[in-house]
């Protein structure tokens, strides 16, 4: 069984468009204005082991605001169709990467509740055209629409960029995980029978 899927999304402010296979090997492109945004999602795919397509277009003048929520969304819906029933997977996750001075962990439940904790003392200022606040809402709209429960703390760094990253790899290690099929599972991980 194929754990694909294709997501296109089209606003006043937005056209996005997502291809995912959970259980790939990290290839696809990712094009969407916001170049540090670009650097993240390539992480995802790789340390998450997706094959990830994102193809997105913006009203970028504004800021990358609009851009980046847009492609979290996309991309929760995306991992939210593709997990489909969530029968046979392992649910839960976790993850801590260093990545120089800063360090990172990420907790993963797909629970089928979408709720994001996010603690990071982020400098203030951007990457490029990438705000650093925006790392939370991307985080946000992907844990809102993939229904999942996750947990993001930055819990050291200096470096902006490092933080960012270390966070961005801890989702990407956690969610592997949790997605991940468990052979000793036969159904829905859960005592409700159901994760929604």
Sequence with gaps: MTRAARIDRRTAETD?????????AGSG????????????LDLLARHGRLDLAVRATGDLKTGAHHTVEDVGICIGQALDRALGDRAGI???????????EARAS???????????????????????????ELAEEFFRALAANARITLHVVVEAGTNA???IEAAFKACA?????????DPTEAGV???KGVLR
């Design 16 to 24: 996005v468009h997502v291809s995912l296979e959970l259980d790939g």
């Design 29 to 40: 492109e990712r094009e969407t204005g916001v170049g540090f945004l670009d650097h993240m």
């Design 90 to 100: 392992h649910r839960y996750g976790q993850a801590t990467v260093p990545m120089d």
């Design 106 to 132: 990420c907790a993963v439940d797909i629970s089928g509740r979408g709720l994001l904790s996010f603690q990071a003392s982020l400098p203030p200022g951007a990457i490029g055209n990438f705000e650093h």
């Design 161 to 163: 960029h490092h933080m």
């Design 173 to 181: 290690r956690a969610l592997r995980t949790a997605a991940s099929i």
């Design 189 to 191: 991980p859960s005592t």
